[in-house]
């Protein structure tokens, strides 16, 4: 049978197929060819007898995969952010968005807890929404932004990803009604703490289906080529072939467009500071990628 994978906790996976969900152990030539299943894979599987567990036999060809968060196969990723505790950490957000690209899969920046923001909507805004992004700024406690968002990922299989802490849970109840828990913020480290412990794929009624995450607030990219960055950073595509240096870093080159822009105000000066920064980490481990 061919089902769709919707968790996997401590060997035991769990598949839906024609709204009936199996519970599933991965045959000895999976774990031999060292896959991990992932929530959103398409596997094909022998169900069990009676209470018995079946066996996930093989996984489909993915279309795209993510390590952070673990998921295979999504349509789009929810970048959440939080516009109150805790900080948002923007150059996560702008690792995010670049494996987004890099993998083709659409992102949306979304902004939780915009009811307690005291200004960093509108900042983070004006930095991204230059750059071509989505941004929808939401609230799971007044409801600001939910049906916007709601629309968007209307029948598509959809992640929220993020830092533990910024709402996740909490706007995957406000979006369809779920009962997924959610954890108070630690007062004094101010920090989540890691409520969701698993990733669990949520099929709803519309048809789509939900990714709830863990948090995490560290990940780091594939080692690549620097310039993938260039490629991949969406508002310095239509520069290409006007700087000066032809493939051009757009950091410091004489003759760049985009550092003119940049020091006209033209393009946000910390989103390309933040590139910089991650060019540079990169261009590091690019260089010692033999060591
Ligand atoms: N003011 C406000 N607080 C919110 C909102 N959404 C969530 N919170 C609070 O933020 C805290 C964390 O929410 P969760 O939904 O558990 O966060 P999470 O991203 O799922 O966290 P992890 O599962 O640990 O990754 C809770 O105390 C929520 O009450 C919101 O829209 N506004
Ligand atoms: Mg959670
Ligand atoms: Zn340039």
């Known amino acids: 049978m061919e089902g769709i994978l919707l968790s996997g906790i401590g060997g035991l996976y769990t598949v839906l197929c024609d709204g009936v969900q199996y519970k599933l152990r991965a045959q000895a030539k999976i774990r031999r060819r060292r896959l991990t299943p992932l929530p959103g894979d398409r596997v094909l599987f022998t169900p069990g007898h009676a209470d018995e567990d079946g066996w996930l036999e093989e996984l489909m060809p993915r279309k795209n995969c993510f390590v952070r968060p673990a998921a295979a196969n999504l349509d789009v990723i929810c970048l959440c952010v939080s516009a109150a505790a805790p900080q948002a950490d923007l150059l996560l957000l702008d690792r995010m968005l670049l494996q987004c690209a890099m993998n083709g899969v659409e992102s949306v920046i979304v902004i939780t807890k915009c009811d307690a923001d005291e200004g960093f909507c509108a900042q983070a805004r004006a930095q991204y929404e230059m750059c071509g992004a989505r941004v929808v700024a939401v609230s799971a406690a007044d409801g600001t932004g939910v049906e916007a968002l709601k629309a968007i990922l209307k029948g598509r299989i959809h992640a929220m990803a993020g830092q533990s802490g910024v709402g996740k849970s909490s706007l995957l109840n406000a979006l369809y009604g779920l009962r997924q828990e959610t954890g108070s913020l630690s007062q004094r480290i101010d920090r989540g ?21 863990p948090g995490f607030s560290l990940f780091d990219l594939e080692v690549m080529d ?23 870093t757009h950091r410091k080159e004489p003759g760049c467009a985009v550092l003119a822009d940049v020091d006209l105000g033209l393009l946000p000066r910390e989103r390309w500071m933040r590139y910089c920064t991650l060019f540079d980490d990169m261009d590091i481990k690019w260089r010692n990628r033999y060591d």
């Open 193 to 213: 703490r890691n409520t969701t412990r698993h990733s669990a794929l949520i099929p709803l009624e519309d048809g789509g289906m939900a990714l709830d995450t």
């Open 226 to 248: 620097p310039l993938e960055l260039t490629r991949h950073t969406p508002e310095f595509v239509p520069y290409e072939g006007r700087c000066r240096f032809s493939p051009c």
